[in-house]
């Protein structure tokens, strides 16, 4: 069982540090489904995996030149706070209660669905979006679209561990269309550290980490991540991304039907 934890936590590195996307989106369904961890324990212990993870993987995606700090500013000042928020919610309402578990497994399959669609129409979405500049949002517009967006990804990443990936990529594509595919990969990975070590806080704080399987999954995913972000350039993104969206919508079914 532990050397299939390790394998999952590289194949989910490489992927993320490839894309930007699929971490929450595959690990909390995987344990859920695959090795039949509870949906809270799913969610903190893999919210305490991407912000190691992906901390990895902004040092490899920074030695590429590929993060933009500002952004990744803007996108904290409202992540952050909205993260805290959530996690008291989940404190005050009970995290660890059967009914609020089933909440927790919708919630995921929800945000899978979500990223889905990000996921299939990011291309339409940037080409519309640069054949209709005037649409585009300029100055303090901008800056309050991305702080109110990370505020948005802030709750929904610390109820399902899901969003800062592909939806989160899928905004920046959105409000800052001139980016190349690395670089709001290497931003999205970058502004998702300290919202998942937030989130990952406040979970350690509800009891809802499975230490040893994080160690686990670590264990792969260091080496993964760091490998996926030094050859982010080199593999067909459709073609990656083709393929996680078809394994993500399966994943979302058999989350909605269970």
Same mark, same amino acid.
């Given at each position: 069982?532990?050397?299939?934890?390790?394998?999952?936590?590289f194949?989910?590195?490489?992927?993320?540090?490839l894309?930007?996307?699929?971490?929450?989106s595959?690990?909390?369904?995987l344990?859920?489904?695959?090795f039949?961890?509870?949906?809270?324990?799913?969610?903190?212990?893999? %919210?305490?995996f991407?912000?190691?993870?992906?901390?990895?993987?902004?040092?490899?995606?920074?030695f590429?030149?590929?993060v933009?700090w500002?952004?990744?500013?803007?996108l904290?000042?409202?992540?952050?706070?909205?993260?805290?928020?959530?996690?008291?919610?989940l404190?005050?309402?009970?995290g660890?209660?059967?009914?609020?578990n089933?909440?927790?497994?919708?919630?995921i399959a929800?945000?899978?669905? %979500?990223?889905?669609v990000?996921l299939?129409?990011?291309g339409r979405? +940037?080409?519309?979006?640069k054949?209709?500049p005037?649409?585009? +949002?300029?100055?303090?517009k901008?800056?309050?679209a991305?702080?109110?967006?990370?505020?948005?990804?802030?709750? +929904?990443?610390?109820v399902s561990?899901i969003?800062?990936?592909?939806?989160?990529?899928?905004?920046?594509?959105?409000?800052?269309?001139?980016?190349?595919?690395?670089?709001i990969?290497?931003?999205?990975?970058?502004?998702?550290v300290?919202?998942?070590?937030?989130?990952?806080?406040?979970?350690?704080w509800?009891?809802?980490?499975?230490?040893?399987? +994080?160690?686990?999954?670590l264990?792969?995913?260091?080496?993964?991540?760091?490998?996926?972000?030094?050859?982010?350039?080199?593999?067909?993104?459709?073609?990656?991304?083709a393929?996680?969206?078809?394994?993500?919508?399966?994943?979302?079914v058999?989350l909605?039907s269970?």
């Amino acid at each position: 069982m532990e050397f299939s934890y390790i394998v999952s936590g590289f194949a989910v590195g490489v992927l993320v540090g490839l894309t930007g996307v699929g971490g929450g989106s595959l690990m909390t369904p995987l344990l859920t489904l695959l090795f039949g961890v509870s949906p809270s324990v799913a969610v903190g212990t893999d %919210l305490a995996f991407a912000s190691i993870t992906k901390g990895a993987g902004t040092l490899a995606h920074r030695f590429k030149g590929n993060v933009h700090w500002d952004i990744v500013k803007k996108l904290c000042l409202g992540a952050l706070p909205a993260a805290l928020v959530a996690t008291l919610a989940l404190k005050y309402f009970g995290g660890l209660d059967k009914e609020i578990n089933q909440i927790i497994r919708y919630t995921i399959a929800c945000s899978v669905l %979500l990223t889905v669609v990000a996921l299939m129409f990011r291309g339409r979405m +940037l080409h519309w979006i640069k054949h209709h500049p005037e649409k585009q +949002l300029q100055g303090r517009k901008l800056t309050i679209a991305t702080i109110a967006s990370g505020a948005v990804l802030g709750a +929904l990443v610390t109820v399902s561990s899901i969003g800062a990936g592909a939806i989160g990529a899928t905004l920046l594509v959105m409000m800052y269309p001139r980016l190349s595919p690395a670089e709001i990969a290497g931003t999205d990975i970058a502004y998702a550290v300290p919202l998942t070590a937030i989130a990952a806080v406040g979970h350690w704080w509800l009891g809802s980490i499975n230490w040893g399987l +994080l160690l686990m999954l670590l264990i792969g995913s260091v080496p993964g991540i760091t490998l996926g972000s030094l050859c982010a350039r080199a593999i067909p993104e459709k073609v990656l991304r083709a393929l996680l969206a078809t394994t993500l919508t399966g994943v979302a079914v058999k989350l909605l039907s269970t």
